[in-house]
């Protein structure tokens, strides 16, 4: 259970004006009168409000604000009410001692219950909240000489205040302390800790890679929470007069958590809303008699369904829809003003090594990253690139060797004590933090993990760094809204301003993974000529990126690894013109000769045909124009760089992703408009790539639901595909999860061919297989095809491929490049070029039939 990210940075209703601070100021002064003027019973009903407000209050920290769901709060609550009533009745002390200190007490039972709790999420942490509500009450029901156990602590005196006493001194109490809780979120939620929280909450990897401390700063949101609990547990042992262990249930967690959820989660007025309603409505539909609590629960459903983020999260969306504000313009900043002139270290790595297990994902690296200039670190899939980044950036600990910062050993640090060292990062997938606008992104990112006082200033107070962070968009080329939502920027909107919050740090050295991933050319050229600009200005940049045209155009020095090893290194031209790094990338069968006679397919009706196919993710388009036919009885390979668009178009084909523009038909009948599971009924069916067995069915029900459209002699279909893959027979009863990732593959094949299929897609067949395995997989294939299987076949291992297909066509950039017989794309250089970017041996290579 996770409450949705606001958009925006939270405020009074969403927005704080002063008309609304008036509202809840007016509300609390109401709520005042009121308990000084109703009868008793209703001072007790206001009372009660407004310890439900104070829970809220402490819960939207929790909730609201760093995402974690507590189902224990009733437990901080009764610590807050025993420890009053205990110093009170037993001690000897004054409310006034009492109180505070009951609050404080219930805090470090929050931040000791958050130091192990924190560590597990989502249900886990629920689960162990409700356990800790449940220790606490029948801890208290057995310590019966300090707490009275089962008969509780009887006639506890309320506090005077002079002009009220009792209950109605208690409700004034209660409605000061919200109105103080109310004041102190405020100031939490839009300082810098309010913004570390959401950030923890909405990318905790990326929030630990400019500095942050994910498991101190939930710890706080945690005590912080706790605090309010135990405090309004304070106030409730006075107002009922006597304490007992079942006053504090876990149904009433879950009333404190309604409150939340109810009124807005993250809103600053949301738990006073809440608690209005929770703890008003019941009481003024009590003339339903037996039918109140039905309708009070059916009244919630409508209001949970109807406004699923909240009272005030609804009244927020209500007033966008009614009064929509103007967008706002982008700020023109100072391109020439860059990153602060300064000497800076280079990386470097000794004999790095990370096994999982059995698996070496990276062996014996070594390397180094000079300050100023570019260091491309790239390979095949499966090669181990992202793995060393993840060692240097401190997300996985080494198995062996060691790596440094300049003279600063780092090796076994924390991602934490990386990033302030001074090593800054970017992901595949862009990890900004959502309900943070572009703004304050940047600017979170300067302190290096240091947050200043709890209760600080506003962030958006501190001009300097409001301008420096400017600077440093307009440095990266962001020429947007500079106070728009992070969660609503285009992707390329998205990678520069992940790279300026990167460069917020003042890092030593800037690791880079496939940052260009999904850009046009035009952007890509744009990013290009920033990673330039950035190592010009001293910084040592480490790039992992597939886009080899990219790569050869910017980088100062090339690093190759294959299966975890360092293959080659050297420039550019070097690398590019190394035979074992071609070999790395096309794989066997390319220099042989390994690409074998096309078979007479020549004038085999089409069975598969792709017409002018344009799709994507978001605005910009993956795929430009593609024209494809595979003819019946024809295996097609379709090669290129990882990035050229390759499994997006498999994904259109089989009906996981939907074209734009374009068409797709199969002997005549257009697929394009049709859901997956009808491509499937029509007969083309793929193989994803990661093979996607189902782990906990058993390898012959795995086979067996490839069948589920196509159930007539299923039995009899299945020992065929146990005959097709023998190792499948003596695993048949084992459950697919437990096979090695060959036999998976295998299997995925099998499920497939269960179908029907008319034309079968396989997406990277061979990814993460063992030599041996790989060639046993492919004569699979080779079986079907000769059986007169269509097949169109995405696999890295491109000479393998080309030696299997009769034809094959090579993408790049989302577009098809060069196509022709299997034979005259091994002995085209565009092949080469699409893997390794343009050199000079394409010009000398035989000239293939291009696509137009």
Same mark, same amino acid.
């Given at each position: 259970m996770r409450p949705a990210a606001p958009r925006t940075t939270p405020t009074l209703l969403g927005l704080g004006t002063p008309a609304q601070i008036a509202a809840v100021l007016l509300l609390l002064g109401a709520g005042a009168v009121l308990a000084l003027t109703v009868n008793g019973y209703w001072v007790f009903v206001l009372a009660n409000v407004a310890l439900l407000a104070l829970v809220g209050i402490g819960l939207n920290v929790l909730l609201g604000l760093s995402g974690q769901v507590s189902f224990g709060h009733v437990g901080f609550y009764a610590i807050g009410a025993y420890t009053v009533a205990i110093l009170t009745t037993k001690a000897g002390w004054s409310f006034w001692a009492a109180w505070p200190l009951a609050a404080l007490f219930g805090g470090l039972a929050g931040a000791l219950l958050a130091l192990p709790a924190l560590r597990v999420k989502g249900p886990y942490l629920a689960m162990i909240t409700i356990a800790f509500g449940f220790i606490v009450e029948h801890g208290i029901v057995e310590a019966s000489a300090l707490t009275g156990g089962q008969n509780g602590i009887m006639g506890l005196a309320a506090p005077s205040l002079g002009f009220a006493q009792g209950e109605r001194a208690v409700a004034l109490l209660a409605i000061a302390a919200v109105g103080v809780g109310l004041a102190g979120y405020a100031w939490l939620s839009r300082g810098t800790w309010g913004a570390a929280l959401r950030a923890v909450r909405d990318a905790e990897t990326a929030a630990e890679s400019i500095g942050l401390n994910p498991l101190l700063i939930k710890t706080v949101a945690f005590a912080v929470s706790a605090v309010l609990a135990a405090a309004a547990g304070a106030l409730f042992a006075p107002l009922s007069g006597f304490v007992t262990p079942h006053t504090f249930g876990f149904l009433q967690s879950i009333l404190f958590v309604l409150v939340v959820m109810l009124g807005g989660a993250g809103s600053i007025a949301g738990p006073l809303v809440g608690a209005v309603v929770v703890g008003l409505l019941p009481e003024l539909l009590s003339g339903l008699e037996e039918y109140r609590l039905l309708f009070f629960g059916a009244l919630l459903l409508v209001v949970l369904w109807a406004a699923p983020d909240g009272v005030s999260g609804g009244l927020q969306r209500l007033r966008t829809r009614l009064w929509p504000a103007a967008p706002a313009p982008a700020e023109a900043g100072d391109p020439a003003l860059g990153l602060n002139p300064r000497p800076r270290a280079a990386i470097e790595a000794h004999g790095i090594t990370m096994q999982f297990g059995g698996v070496r994902a990276v062996g014996d690296l070594h390397l180094r990253a000079e300050a100023g200039h570019?260091? &491309?670190?790239?390979?095949?899939?499966?090669?181990?690139? &992202?793995?060393? *980044?993840?060692?240097?950036?401190?997300? !996985?600990?080494?198995?062996?060797?060691?790596? #440094?910062?300049?003279?600063?050993?780092?090796?076994?640090?924390?991602?934490? /004590?990386?990033?302030?060292?001074?090593?800054?990062?970017?992901?595949?997938? &862009?990890?900004?933090?959502? &309900?943070?606008?572009?703004? @304050?992104?940047?600017? *979170?990112?300067?302190? /290096?993990?240091?947050?200043?006082?709890?209760?600080?200033?506003?962030?958006?107070?501190?001009?300097?760094?409001?301008? /420096?962070?400017?600077?440093?968009?307009?440095?990266?080329? !962001?020429?947007?809204?500079?106070? #728009?939502?992070?969660?609503? *920027?285009?992707?390329? @909107?998205?990678?520069?301003?992940?790279?300026?919050?990167?460069?917020?740090? @003042?890092?030593d050295a800037l690791l880079l993974d496939e940052p260009a991933a999904g850009l046009s050319r035009e952007d890509k050229e744009r990013l290009g000529a920033l990673l330039r600009r950035i190592a010009d200005a001293g910084v040592a940049v480490l790039l992992v990126e597939h886009d080899m045209a990219l790569v050869m155009g910017i980088s100062d020095q090339v690093v190759v690894l294959d299966a975890g090893e360092r293959l080659a290194a050297g420039t550019p031209a070097e690398v590019q013109a190394d035979p074992a790094v071609q070999h790395a990338y096309l794989g066997e069968g390319l220099d042989s000769g390994g690409a074998q006679a096309p078979r007479a397919t020549i004038d085999a009706p089409e069975a598969l045909g792709v017409g002018a196919l344009v799709a994507g993710y978001g605005a910009e388009p993956v795929l430009h124009g593609i024209d494809l036919q595979v003819r019946r009885g024809e295996v097609v390979a379709l090669l290129g760089a990882n990035g050229a668009g390759k499994s997006t178009l498999m994904k259109a084909l089989a009906g996981l992703h939907r074209p734009v523009q374009g068409g797709i038909h199969l002997d005549g009948t257009a697929l394009h408009g049709l859901a997956a599971e009808q491509v499937v009924a029509h007969g083309v069916v793929l193989v994803p790539e990661g093979r996607q067995v189902f782990p906990e069915l058993s390898v012959l029900d795995n086979i067996r639901l490839g069948a589920f459209l196509q159930p007539a002699d299923r039995e009899a279909r299945v020992q065929e595909q146990l005959d097709r893959f023998p190792r499948l027979r003596e695993r048949q009863h084992q459950r697919a999860g437990l096979l090695s990732g060959g036999e998976q593959q295998m299997l995925a094949i099998a499920r497939a061919l269960m179908s029907r299929p008319r034309v079968l897609l396989l997406d990277e067949p061979s990814l993460g297989l063992a030599p041996k395995v790989i060639a046993e997989l492919f004569a699979a294939l080779d079986r079907l095809r000769q059986e007169g299987m269509t097949l169109l076949l995405v696999d890295q291992m491109a000479g393998l491929a080309l030696a299997l297909a009769d034809r094959a066509y090579v993408m790049e950039g989302g577009r098809i490049v060069a196509q022709g017989t299997a034979a005259q794309i091994a002995a085209d250089g565009a092949l080469a070029a699409a893997y390794l970017g343009e050199t000079a041996a394409r010009e000398t290579a035989p000239p293939s039939r291009r696509a137009a």
């Open positions: 570019i260091t &491309s670190l790239i390979g095949p899939n499966g090669a181990g690139k &992202s793995t060393a *980044l993840n060692v240097l950036g401190g997300f !996985y600990q080494p198995t062996a060797g060691r790596f #440094a910062l300049g003279t600063q050993d780092l090796t076994g640090d924390s991602a934490v /004590r990386i990033a302030r060292a001074g090593i800054a990062r970017t992901y595949q997938t &862009s990890q900004l933090f959502g &309900s943070l606008g572009v703004l @304050d992104n940047v600017v *979170l990112a300067m302190g /290096r993990g240091r947050l200043g006082p709890l209760l600080g200033a506003e962030r958006r107070l501190d001009a300097v760094r409001q301008r /420096r962070a400017r600077e440093l968009l307009a440095f990266c080329g !962001y020429s947007g809204a500079p106070h #728009a939502p992070a969660a609503d *920027l285009p992707h390329v @909107d998205r990678r520069l301003v992940e790279i300026a919050r990167a460069l917020a740090t @003042d890092p």
